[in-house]
């Protein structure tokens, strides 16, 4: 059981150090994104009374209207497509990996106390068969025709629990 404790500190710490570098990106995603609005909201602003004072003399106020939408469209499109290049790290690859081998291990654990459960039931199943039988044999005291039946349940269980 020990070794399986170990497992599970091993999961779980995966799972608690993935979850702080998620937290960890995601934060420095954030905050790259919260100042490069503030940034691209001064620069857009600025560049876009100048250009459209520019372009309003050679081209009209409702084009030059129109063209700026149009950059300030494709400029915010490409703060959009660089904020979400950010890719795993191998740290985190690594704890992934981790992670994935530890739940392997606790699932390997899981079926075989499972098999073991499944064969304790058999013998349980054996024994409630055996004491069945016996009870319609004879006529003498239940009790006193159970004793050889359990002692030789506990004594195979017993064995068998020491051998593994």
């Not at 999961?11 to 100042?35: D, H, Q």
């Not at 050679?58 to 063209?67: C, K, L, T």
């Not at 319609?136 to 349940?153: H, I, Q, R, Y």
Request: hydrophobic share 50%; proline share 1%; charged share 25%.
């Amino acid at each position: 059981m020990n070794e399986m404790m170990l497992k599970l500190r091993i999961w779980a710490r995966a799972e608690t150090t993935l979850l702080k570098i998620n937290a960890r990106r995601t934060g420095n995603r954030f905050t790259a994104l919260s100042v490069a609005l503030g940034f691209a909201i001064v620069a857009v602003g600025m560049i876009n009374i100048g250009v459209f004072e520019l372009l309003a003399e050679s081209q009209g106020r409702v084009e030059a209207a129109f063209y700026l939408a149009g950059v300030n469209g494709l400029l915010a499109a490409l703060v959009v497509f660089l904020a979400q290049r950010s890719k795993p790290g191998l740290e985190e690859d690594m704890v992934n990996e981790i992670r994935e081998m530890a739940l392997a291990e606790l699932q390997t654990d899981a079926d075989q106390i499972k098999d073991e459960f499944d064969r304790v039931a058999e013998h349980l199943r054996e024994i409630e068969g055996a004491v069945s039988a016996l009870r319609g044999v004879g006529s003498g005291s239940t009790l006193a025709s159970l004793g050889p039946v359990v002692d030789l349940a506990v004594h195979a269980l017993k064995s068998r629990h020491e051998s593994k």
